[in-house]
């Protein structure tokens, strides 16, 4: 999805110079919120103001938006019937094994780091025994990160 | 009032969710499953796999579906305003002081901080949607080959999905 990003705004478009765009995108990640729109709202932004960053947001999250429209209103008509449960009954490991996919590629990068791991653990009890709340779990991971000093 | 509960709800949400899609799922799950009940944990499941079979943030799918479930398109639209509001904030601030920001100690060691929290918020989606919909052993062991087909990155996620639904179809009837 970046590179089609970059193409449109960098190369056809020319709003942004590519440091501009990669400075922007470092922002971007780093703040809550889906990357797409952040970057989106980077751009309109550093383009137009505010009145460019509204335009952009409505561009990034429109399409996204009518097409889950679209398929809401027809699924939760049809979700009732058997073969469409069947599918989602089949479709779940295949969700779960993405999502453990993840922890792994993500959890690989903590394996060089035992504090990284040891915290993670942590959290991850806080949010399986105690049920916190995930913006806790932010929150304390943050301000751990600032007590540690790294 | 259901709208302001819809506003609130994906305004935390959309404040909250450092690190993609899947780790802001716990927060999802919790704000619309267990806070406010606009979803069942069936429905819920079925609205992770949608996202995942569709281009777009997850973000912005749950809160366009949500909102539509709970009161139609105008619901739709105040869940997924309330999703970028945050980010349209927090860019604003952060533009007017980007130096600030990417120099800042304080800063950046939040940031740095939240890559377990990360770790933590992915393990325990995955766990909880296992939990939900892992319910005998065909899909037990449909997840084990799933699981596989991801670590060897040898397959397309949607693909994945739709092989995997149809197999589905296939054991538990059309």
Redesign the interface.
Known sequence: MLPLIKREIVEKKKVLTDEEFI?GLS??Q?????????TA??VG??VRG?AG??VS?LGA?L???L???L???F??QY?QL??VQ???????????????????D??K??LNDWE??I??????F???FLEL???W??L???????V??? | MIYFQLFLAFLRVGFFSFGGGMAALPLIEKEVVDTYQWLSNGEFLELVTLSELTPGPIGINCATFTGFKVTGIWGSVVATSAFCLPSMLLVSLVFRFLSYFKENAVVQHFLRGLRPAVIALIGIAAYSLAQKGIKDWFAIILGIVAFIFVYWKKVDPILLLLLSGVAGLIWYGV
């Open positions: 400075e922002v971007a780093s703040l809550p919120g889906a990357v797409a729109i952040n709202c980077f932004r550093k505010i960053m509204l947001v999250s399409p996204s938006f097409i889950i429209l398929i809401t209103s699924f939760l979700r058997e073969v069947n599918f989602f009954r089949g479709a779940t490991p295949a969700i779960v094994a993405l999502i453990a996919g993840a922890v792994v993500i959890g990068s903590a990284d791991l915290i993670a653990f942590f959290l991850f806080l949010l399986f709340h995930p913006l779990i932010v304390i991971g943050g301000i751990l990160g600032v540690r000093r790294k």
